[in-house]
Protein backbone atom coordinates (compact mmCIF):
# COMPACT_ATOMS: atom_id res chain seq x y z
CA UNK A 1 0.00 0.00 0.00
CA UNK A 2 2.60 2.45 0.72
CA UNK A 3 4.68 1.59 -2.38
CA UNK A 4 1.32 2.76 -4.25
CA UNK A 5 0.96 5.75 -2.69
CA UNK A 6 4.56 6.63 -3.11
CA UNK A 7 4.54 5.92 -7.12
CA UNK A 8 1.33 7.74 -7.17
CA UNK A 9 2.82 10.93 -5.74
CA UNK A 10 6.21 10.62 -7.58
CA UNK A 11 4.27 9.82 -11.12
CA UNK A 12 2.53 13.35 -9.70
CA UNK A 13 5.53 15.39 -9.19
CA UNK A 14 7.07 14.28 -12.16
CA UNK A 15 4.07 15.31 -14.41
CA UNK A 16 5.17 18.93 -14.61
CA UNK A 17 8.06 18.35 -16.38
CA UNK A 18 6.98 15.40 -18.32
CA UNK A 19 3.81 14.23 -20.86
CA UNK A 20 1.44 13.13 -18.32
CA UNK A 21 0.44 10.63 -21.12
CA UNK A 22 3.84 8.85 -21.42
CA UNK A 23 4.42 8.94 -17.49
CA UNK A 24 0.91 6.38 -17.36
CA UNK A 25 2.43 4.14 -20.52
CA UNK A 26 5.34 3.64 -17.70
CA UNK A 27 3.91 2.92 -14.78
CA UNK A 28 1.62 0.20 -16.78
CA UNK A 29 4.88 -1.28 -18.34
CA UNK A 30 6.46 -1.50 -14.86
CA UNK A 31 3.81 -1.53 -12.60
CA UNK A 32 4.47 -5.44 -11.55
CA UNK A 33 8.26 -4.29 -10.63
CA UNK A 34 7.23 -1.26 -8.16
CA UNK A 35 10.92 -1.37 -6.99
CA UNK A 36 12.15 -1.02 -10.36
CA UNK A 37 9.99 1.97 -11.88
CA UNK A 38 10.79 3.84 -8.62
CA UNK A 39 14.47 3.59 -9.65
CA UNK A 40 13.00 5.04 -13.16
CA UNK A 41 11.03 7.67 -11.43
CA UNK A 42 14.11 8.98 -9.49
CA UNK A 43 16.16 9.32 -12.63
CA UNK A 44 13.68 10.74 -14.37
CA UNK A 45 13.28 13.18 -11.44
CA UNK A 46 17.57 13.91 -11.83
CA UNK A 47 16.92 14.57 -15.52
CA UNK A 48 14.00 16.47 -16.02
CA UNK A 49 15.51 19.92 -16.77
CA UNK A 50 17.56 17.73 -19.85
CA UNK A 51 16.49 18.75 -23.37
CA UNK A 52 14.07 16.24 -25.61
CA UNK A 53 13.42 13.62 -21.99
CA UNK A 54 9.97 13.40 -23.50
CA UNK A 55 11.55 10.52 -26.18
CA UNK A 56 13.44 8.97 -23.66
CA UNK A 57 10.26 8.67 -21.47
CA UNK A 58 8.32 7.16 -24.47
CA UNK A 59 11.10 4.75 -25.41
CA UNK A 60 11.15 3.15 -21.66
CA UNK A 61 6.99 2.47 -21.61
CA UNK A 62 7.78 0.67 -25.64
CA UNK A 63 8.73 -2.58 -26.56
CA UNK A 64 11.64 -4.69 -24.71
CA UNK A 65 14.70 -3.45 -26.82
CA UNK A 66 13.92 0.42 -27.02
CA UNK A 67 13.26 0.30 -23.48
CA UNK A 68 16.39 -1.63 -22.78
CA UNK A 69 18.37 1.14 -24.73
CA UNK A 70 16.06 3.77 -22.80
CA UNK A 71 17.75 2.29 -19.52
CA UNK A 72 21.00 3.03 -20.54
CA UNK A 73 20.40 6.38 -22.38
CA UNK A 74 18.51 7.50 -19.19
CA UNK A 75 21.89 6.30 -17.10
CA UNK A 76 23.53 8.53 -19.63
CA UNK A 77 21.74 11.20 -18.52
CA UNK A 78 22.20 11.02 -15.18
CA UNK A 79 25.92 9.57 -15.19
CA UNK A 80 26.61 12.86 -17.75
CA UNK A 81 23.52 15.75 -17.30
CA UNK A 82 26.23 18.79 -16.34
CA UNK A 83 27.51 17.70 -20.12
CA UNK A 84 24.44 17.52 -22.17
CA UNK A 85 23.12 19.87 -23.99
CA UNK A 86 19.63 17.62 -25.29
CA UNK A 87 19.25 13.55 -25.95
CA UNK A 88 17.14 11.89 -28.73
CA UNK A 89 18.18 15.04 -31.35
CA UNK A 90 16.57 14.78 -34.88
CA UNK A 91 18.45 15.21 -37.77
CA UNK A 92 17.04 17.15 -41.09
CA UNK A 93 18.56 15.97 -44.32
CA UNK A 94 17.88 17.96 -47.55
CA UNK A 95 17.25 15.39 -49.66
CA UNK A 96 18.90 16.09 -53.52
CA UNK A 97 15.11 17.19 -54.62
CA UNK A 98 15.73 19.85 -52.46
CA UNK A 99 12.96 18.65 -49.33
CA UNK A 100 13.84 18.39 -45.73
CA UNK A 101 13.40 14.95 -44.08
CA UNK A 102 13.79 13.87 -40.86
CA UNK A 103 16.27 11.69 -39.96
CA UNK A 104 16.80 9.02 -36.76
CA UNK A 105 18.21 11.31 -34.26
CA UNK A 106 21.13 11.57 -32.38
CA UNK A 107 21.12 9.83 -29.18
CA UNK A 108 22.35 12.68 -27.13
CA UNK A 109 24.72 16.25 -27.75
CA UNK A 110 26.95 17.55 -25.75
CA UNK A 111 27.78 21.23 -24.79
CA UNK A 112 30.80 21.23 -26.86
CA UNK A 113 29.11 19.77 -29.75
CA UNK A 114 29.61 16.05 -29.80
CA UNK A 115 27.13 13.89 -31.00
CA UNK A 116 26.86 10.81 -28.86
CA UNK A 117 25.65 7.37 -29.86
CA UNK A 118 24.53 4.83 -27.27
CA UNK A 119 24.29 1.17 -28.08
CA UNK A 120 23.02 -1.26 -25.14
CA UNK A 121 23.73 -4.86 -27.04
CA UNK A 122 23.44 -7.87 -24.81
CA UNK A 123 27.17 -8.81 -25.36
CA UNK A 124 26.72 -12.56 -23.83
CA UNK A 125 25.26 -13.08 -26.71
CA UNK A 126 27.43 -14.84 -29.91
CA UNK A 127 25.49 -13.04 -32.13
CA UNK A 128 27.95 -9.86 -31.73
CA UNK A 129 31.06 -12.10 -32.08
CA UNK A 130 29.57 -14.33 -34.88
CA UNK A 131 28.54 -10.76 -36.41
CA UNK A 132 31.58 -8.84 -35.26
CA UNK A 133 31.83 -7.36 -38.93
CA UNK A 134 28.39 -6.80 -39.78
CA UNK A 135 27.96 -4.86 -36.86
CA UNK A 136 31.10 -2.46 -36.61
CA UNK A 137 29.80 -1.59 -40.17
CA UNK A 138 26.14 -0.33 -39.04
CA UNK A 139 28.28 1.45 -35.81
CA UNK A 140 30.53 3.29 -38.03
CA UNK A 141 28.49 3.96 -40.64
CA UNK A 142 25.86 5.25 -38.41
CA UNK A 143 28.61 7.84 -36.83
CA UNK A 144 29.91 8.62 -40.50
CA UNK A 145 26.29 9.62 -41.03
CA UNK A 146 26.32 11.83 -38.02
CA UNK A 147 29.55 13.40 -39.64
CA UNK A 148 28.05 14.32 -42.08
CA UNK A 149 25.16 15.91 -40.73
CA UNK A 150 27.83 18.44 -39.18
CA UNK A 151 28.69 17.12 -35.66
CA UNK A 152 32.44 17.36 -35.40
CA UNK A 153 33.10 14.21 -33.13
CA UNK A 154 30.86 11.46 -32.60
CA UNK A 155 31.40 9.38 -28.88
CA UNK A 156 30.11 5.55 -30.03
CA UNK A 157 28.93 4.59 -26.14
CA UNK A 158 29.09 0.64 -25.59
CA UNK A 159 26.95 -0.11 -22.48
CA UNK A 160 28.55 -3.14 -20.71
CA UNK A 161 26.22 -3.69 -18.28
CA UNK A 162 25.33 -7.38 -20.06
CA UNK A 163 28.96 -8.03 -20.81
CA UNK A 164 31.98 -7.05 -21.94
CA UNK A 165 32.84 -5.63 -25.55
CA UNK A 166 33.75 -8.95 -27.94
CA UNK A 167 37.24 -8.97 -28.61
CA UNK A 168 36.20 -9.90 -32.49
CA UNK A 169 33.73 -6.78 -32.22
CA UNK A 170 36.55 -4.22 -30.82
CA UNK A 171 38.93 -5.97 -33.28
CA UNK A 172 36.08 -5.31 -36.66
CA UNK A 173 35.00 -1.67 -35.39
CA UNK A 174 39.25 -0.81 -35.89
CA UNK A 175 39.36 -2.12 -39.05
CA UNK A 176 36.32 -0.42 -39.96
CA UNK A 177 37.90 3.24 -38.94
CA UNK A 178 40.48 4.89 -41.04
CA UNK A 179 43.06 7.32 -39.65
CA UNK A 180 40.98 10.87 -40.06
CA UNK A 181 37.34 8.61 -38.99
CA UNK A 182 39.53 7.95 -35.61
CA UNK A 183 40.71 11.41 -34.76
CA UNK A 184 36.17 11.87 -35.49
CA UNK A 185 34.64 8.93 -33.88
CA UNK A 186 35.58 7.36 -30.49
CA UNK A 187 34.48 3.90 -29.14
CA UNK A 188 33.77 4.22 -25.09
CA UNK A 189 32.34 1.75 -22.88
CA UNK A 190 30.48 2.69 -19.99
Do not use: W
Not at 34 to 63: F, I, K, M, N
Amino acid sequence: MNDQRTLRRRLSDLAADYDPESLDELREAYEHVPEHLLRLLDALDQTRSVEGRDAVLRDLAGDSAAAQGAEFQLGYMCRHGDELREVSVPTVHRAADGHLYAREAADAVLDDGRAVELKSYDFSSRYYRDRAGETARRVVDQARDRLEQGYAEVDVVFDTSRGDVPDELREALDASLDDEARRRIHVKTE
